[in-house]
């Protein structure tokens, strides 16, 4: 079977590199991309070369920001006594599409998972409670993930804030909307169970 030529095929094997992205989808980006006008091509090549050099972390959350503060950060109509604790950017991308939190976050950069040799100084669990021992904060929302490592950090973090004269409050977790019982692990039904709320 004939081979692409080298550049194209480099560019296959780096496309097929990312997350959610085939052979067979990457081969089609690819030739999408040589077959589109050179300035197309050439537009989207500088915006993933811009990356590294114009994004960095949030000085005060974490999240990306593009200055020192990110634009959740620095909007006035945030509510600051609200913080909402979550693992990764993308996470805070995911509740802002959902809508209707207007507090502020924090991102730890990673969960607390010793099998993998992360522990608490390994994500930004101290600025945190830096954040919190400066006062202003009224209640933070752990929202790490429902997996052993997003529990440990969170069972951490409480433990770390408890007696800091704020509200600890962890998401919600049980059974999604339209599953059927019979395919839900263990775990989430505990859960679901254990946070059961009372029926008006």
Do not use: W
Request: glycine residues 10%; hydrophobic residues 40%.
């Amino acid at each position: 079977m004939p081979r692409n030529p080298e550049a194209l095929q480099s560019l296959i094997d780096a496309l097929s590199s990312l997350p959610g992205i085939g052979a067979k989808t990457a081969e089609r980006l690819a030739y999408h991309l040589l077959e589109s006008p050179r300035a197309e091509a050439e537009r989207l090549a500088g915006s993933v070369a811009a990356l590294h050099n114009s994004i960095h972390h949030c000085v005060r959350c974490h999240n990306y920001a593009q200055g020192d503060l990110c634009e959740i950060c620095k909007d006035p109509r945030r509510d600051g006594s609200l913080v909402c604790v979550v693992e990764r950017p993308q996470d805070v991308a995911s509740f802002e599409r959902a809508s209707g939190y207007a507090g502020v976050y924090h991102v730890l950069l990673g969960a607390i998972s010793p099998i993998d040799g992360i522990n608490p100084d390994d994500i930004e669990v101290g600025s945190l409670i830096g954040r919190v021992e400066q006062g202003g904060v009224a209640e933070v929302i752990l929202a790490t993930d429902a997996d052993s490592a997003g529990e440990t950090t969170a069972l951490y973090i409480a433990d770390q804030l408890k007696g800091a004269g704020v509200r600890l409050s962890r998401l919600a977790c049980g059974v999604p909307m339209g599953s059927s019982l019979e395919y839900v692990d263990e775990a989430t039904l505990s859960r679901a169970l254990s946070g059961r709320t009372e029926v008006a």
